[in-house]
């Protein structure tokens, strides 16, 4: 038997963890979006810069190649550097968020919702 005054204790309590659930859930997709992501640019970077490093082409059309149609969000920059002796490829990409402020652990802006992804990777050549 239900006493009277808890009518609405059910309604309050999930007023309370539904909002934090689906944070938690915004949280998760986020942390899943920017882990694929940051395999991705890794993987990338690595194959352009052994890539060079061997003599098979150039790194930079390498790269794109490699990220054309796997990236979720915005790639913003690839940059290749060459000394006589090292390749080095460096990828930039914003990485969707679903939670405004995310992006602060990682570097970025408070009132972006991406979160900021760079990886480096550095070959030496073969003589």
Known sequence: MRVRNERGVVFLEAAYTIPILLAVLALIVTAGFALYNWTVIQDAARDAARHEALGLGDAQSKAQSELDGML??????????????????????ESPSFLPGIGVLFGGSPWKLEVPLHVRSEFKREQ
């Open 72 to 93: 979720v969000g915005q790639l913003q920059n690839i940059q290749v550097s060459r000394t006589s002796e090292y390749v080095r490829v460096d990828i930039w990409h």
